[in-house]
């Protein structure tokens, strides 16, 4: 069972050929970030453009993923709606002896109040045993969770982790301090900063693109080699910018397209980056080749991720 969460999590783009999800792509570039070092996996996020796809083809691409991880690194799958029953509906549909648990976001559009969100949650946790890791992303769902109603949940050690990506360090040091909740930075622009104020690691859609700086970045502000951390991170900050200059995924597939891990396609009302984003991405992936692979002791030994997850799978 998966009781705490750290390191560096990538929320899965899904690669589309011909409007229909490429398996073989997507588990190439689940088997490439594991080999790579990623400390997790999460499914069908806000970047794997969820809600773009229906619960069958949500079912398939956990499946695949999830045949690629098996024994290698834990995978949470995301769970997203504004409909209550519904969010639990899904979380009972997908429980599955190898999953990890679920990354549950904030309901969207309705914006209910705090007791509503506890509610929420409560209620997705009621439908299954598996841990979940709360996800507060108010820029798209437009309510905040906040500290106080964070704490509330935490009581319950079901709850194990947020993925914070509400825009606010300030928010993200209270989470850290003030909960036992595993804080893992939601906003890759505030990664640097959210790890040296405590942060417990990031789900990260940026590390797509050189994962092994990624966990680099980490190892450093752990062993605090703060100086070399800030380093790496000022040499990140461009591609990271440049990946969300437009609504996500499209910057991150164009940059995936242009390493050749899977089709420059989008499902509507998503559509392709701009050709002046692309040219600016293209010439930032050059920048980041001069950088040496990094190679962490998890991706030697894969096993470590898995059992730092606390018997995750």
Request: hydrophobic fraction near 45%.
């Amino acid at each position: 069972m998966l009781t705490s969460l750290h390191g560096i999590w990538v929320p899965l783009a899904t690669p589309l050929r011909h409007d229909e999800i490429d398996l073989a792509a997507l588990q190439n570039l689940a088997d490439g970030l594991i080999a790579a070092g990623a400390h997790g996996l999460v499914v069908c996020g806000t970047t794997g453009e969820a809600s773009q796809l229906d619960v069958d083809e949500q079912d398939s691409a956990l499946a695949a993923v999830l045949e690629v991880a098996h024994k290698r690194c834990p995978v949470l799958m995301g769970i997203g709606g504004s409909d209550t029953f519904a969010a639990a509906g899904k979380a009972l549909r997908f429980d599955d002896s190898g999953l990890a648990g679920y990354l549950v976001s904030t309901p969207a559009y309705v914006r209910p109040s705090q007791d509503g969100l506890v509610r929420h949650f409560e209620t997705i946790a009621d439908a299954t045993a598996q841990p979940i890791v709360l996800y507060n992303v108010p820029a798209r769902t437009g309510v905040n969770l906040e500290l106080a109603t964070a704490r509330r949940l935490a009581v319950n050690p079901q709850f194990i982790g947020i993925k914070e990506a509400g825009g606010s360090l300030n928010q993200m040091t209270e989470l850290v301090r003030r909960t036992p909740l595993s804080m893992l930075c939601g906003d890759d622009a505030l990664l640097f900063a959210a790890l040296c104020g405590g942060g417990h690691g990031a789900i990260s859609a940026a590390a797509h693109i050189r994962l092994d700086l990624y966990v680099r970045l980490y190892d450093l502000v752990r062993a605090q080699r703060l100086t070399e951390a800030r380093g790496l991170f000022d040499q990140l900050l461009p591609v990271i910018r440049l990946l969300f200059s437009e609504p996500n995924p499209a910057p991150l597939k164009a940059a995936l397209s242009i390493q050749g891990r899977m089709g420059d396609e989008l499902r509507l009302p998503m559509t392709p980056a701009s050709t002046e984003c692309k040219l600016g991405i293209g010439a930032a992936l050059e920048e980041l080749e001069d950088i040496p692979v990094y190679r962490s002791e998890a991706a030697a030994q894969p096993a470590a991720r898995i059992l730092v997850a606390a018997e995750a799978i």
